[in-house]
DNA sequence: CTTGAAATTCATCATGCGTTGAACTCATCG
DNA sequence: CGATGAGTTCAACGCATGATGAATTTCAAG
């Protein structure tokens, strides 16, 4: 009965425990995946993940930095005619988290839902990797552009959240090309309608001077 | 040294374990939130929470069933002129979650993100107690009323993650009344504009192409 | 065939958790 | 005053977790 060493043939252990931790994190989130149920899901001593990975951190950075690869996605989301853009983004994201390669997204998001770790990592991600290379694709007034971009993602990660994290129906098994159908269209509109006058107060108008707290504007 | 046994004078120490309670489920959500931490801030022993909760499930929801009360809000939110419905959501939202007592509703949706029972509970307190209102006040094609609430929901809880759980500038701090003039008119549009036509593929019409997608519950 | 490195496991530590039951202290009522 | 019970704490149990270091087995190079 052999019980420690080294296992016979030529196995990629690494590459199994990197898998079951990216179905782990994706499924309950960082907090809530175990380095134990990790390593029993991918059959392997829970030392052994240590040995690869040295901390829990980093088997996340890990497991997330293999599928992730915003650097061609996002440049190909972005290019095309300008009045598609909303279509073209909302698209990517569902076949992203759609394709087994979209677990790693699905970890990611959900973790920073509940771990603050994991939230600046995600903001991060967002803010260096999309919406620079947002703003500077499509056409952006730069006073608008924050707002206009954090309203866009704000559409889409609430597509995310029901379709993906919370599971509500319809939203979680309606048809791909349907909620492209009837998301797209809102997206488009918060990166081309003119926003409200109000809209003024808070960002580029500088009118009355004050930095950090907006204008208490009522209608 | 004294050290255990009643606290001189009449101390609602119930009502302050309560009280902690809802600022760490509502700042953490409801695993990552120790009956130890609530019970350190209320300034009172871990078990005197069990004596007065019996477990931490119960617990949360005494914390949540207080000032969660939408049996007034939802139906205030939704009478009224239809073409402002959008408008009234969307204010009715953020007014609930930036006054104290929206702690509760915080703390229910942060929990939800990564804990399976809270999710279900807010699944249920979600159908149950506004989407069927929702589609009883707002005349709504019932063959389109699921799919559209759910949209509704969506943008809403877009706007929620953005400005309260990973608190995206400029949303986190962005005036109240821009987030309702930039979003409003989006979710005025979820529940007004003609839906398209690949819709018809998803709620009842068996159009071409939905060989491989999947079968929507509603039906 | 030897040797050393890599892969893998075992046993263990320290920590924090939810929960329990017994003990202690105070307020109140007779 | 004495009794009763509610309020409150202490000490501990059992469990799960992330992490570590030594021990064991296999592989590959010399």
């Given at each position: 009965m052999k019980r420690s060493g080294r296992r016979p043939g030529n196995q990629d252990t690494k590459a199994s425990i990197l898998e079951a931790a990216r179905r782990a994190f994706a499924e309950k989130g960082f907090d809530q995946s175990s380095i134990r149920a990790i390593a029993g899901d991918a059959g392997v001593d829970p030392a052994l993940v240590h040995h690869y990975f040295g901390t829990k951190e980093k088997l996340f950075l890990a497991a997330m930095n293999a599928?992730?690869?915003p650097g061609e996605l996002i440049p190909q989301a972005l290019s095309g005619p300008r009045e598609q853009a909303g279509e073209r983004l909302v698209r990517m994201a569902l076949t992203v988290w759609d394709s087994p390669a979209g677990s790693a997204a699905v970890a990611m998001f959900r973790s920073a839902m509940s771990n603050e770790w994991t939230a600046r990592l995600l903001r991060e991600f967002v803010v260096t990797q999309i919406l620079r290379r947002a703003v500077a694709s499509l056409v952006l007034d730069p006073a608008e552009a924050p707002l206009r971009t954090s309203l866009v993602a704000t559409q889409i990660a609430g597509m995310m959240i029901g379709r993906y994290?919370?599971?509500i129906e319809p939203m979680a098994s309606a048809d791909r090309e349907v909620l492209v159908a009837a998301i797209a269209p809102n997206v488009q509109r918060f990166l081309d309608d003119p926003m409200p006058e109000v809209f003024s107060s808070y960002n580029?108008?500088?009118?009355?001077?004050?930095?950090?707290a907006p204008d208490p504007a009522g209608r």
């Open positions: 599928p992730i690869n994290v919370l599971r580029g108008g500088r009118a009355p001077g004050a930095a950090g």
